[in-house]
């Protein structure tokens, strides 16, 4: 069995046992190979954006937490535990956590019919061009 080329000068007979690859099919072929990398790097990229996500998130968790626990342990009359002005957020940092790129705020409003306080902490960090915010309340009672 035999092939026929075809061009302007004419005709060639070539046996179609040639083994061997054609310009076209090595061009399929790194085409889809291409796609499969794209494919690949898309998911390997999508994978570390996440995972940074997770650890400023958990990050953020971790410096609230904190925050409150130090909170908590202050007596009810506290001056840390005064009412913030006009319910306003006021700093609550550390020198190691704004080296981090996070900042931490407290609020502290007072209920005196209830006598109950109300600490708020707000975590914020940036995340590209987004400010992320994480916030967590605790009531604080007089007698404990």
Known sequence: ????????????????????????????????????????????????????????????????????EQLGTLSYNDNTLLSTTNGSFVGYNESNITSGGFTRQIKIDEDTVKKVKTITVLITWQDGNTTKTRTLQMIKRPDY
């Not at 046996?15 to 090595?26: A, N, V």
């Not at 999508?46 to 925050?67: C, Y």
């Open 1 to 68: 069995m035999y092939i026929l080329l075809i061009w302007k000068g004419g005709m060639v007979k070539r046996p179609l046992t040639q083994k061997g690859f054609t310009l076209i099919e090595l061009l399929i072929a790194m085409v889809l190979l291409l796609v499969g990398f794209l494919a690949i790097l898309t998911v390997h990229w999508a994978s570390a954006r996440n995972g940074t996500f997770s650890r400023k998130m958990t990050t953020a968790a971790i410096l609230n937490q904190q925050a409150l």
